[in-house]
């Protein structure tokens, strides 16, 4: 079992920049894949990026390539997300999540997501 628990959302206005971590216990931490996910207000979540076990592959929803970017350091079970040129449709709820199946195509959809964190807020001001 793993659990997480993210931090560093806040407040920033657009064009600015956050860091989210999401720190993980458990002994399944480097046999998972993870990811960070987004609930704006009002709406489902929704796949942000993904990182696979070894941290060799990265995904990224097509909406933040070029302005997020996902990272892990398993000695440590942390996952990242570096957040910059923020919007203000980047507000919501993110969660950290882990997928521990192995295959990567189940990355890109919040069901298949075996355990979640808490969540961190994020507000991006126009």
């Known amino acids: 079992q793993v659990q997480l628990v993210e931090s560093g959302g806040g407040l920033v206005q657009a064009g600015g920049s956050l860091r989210l971590s999401c720190v993980a216990s458990g002994r399944t931490f480097n046999n998972s894949a993870m990811g960070w996910l987004l609930q704006a207000p009002g709406k489902e979540r929704k796949f942000v990026a993904a990182i696979t076990r070894s941290g060799d592959n990265t995904y990224y929803q097509r909406s933040v390539k070029g302005r997020f970017t996902i990272s892990r350091d398993n000695a440590k079970n942390t996952v990242y997300l570096q957040m910059n040129s923020l919007k203000p449709e980047d507000t919501g709820v993110y969660y950290c999540?882990?997928?521990?199946?192995?295959?990567?195509?189940?990355?890109?959809?919040?069901?298949?997501?075996?355990?979640w964190g808490q969540g961190t807020q994020v507000i991006v001001s126009s």
């Open positions: 999540a882990a997928e521990s199946s192995g295959i990567y195509y189940y990355l890109r959809d919040p069901l298949k997501y075996d355990y």
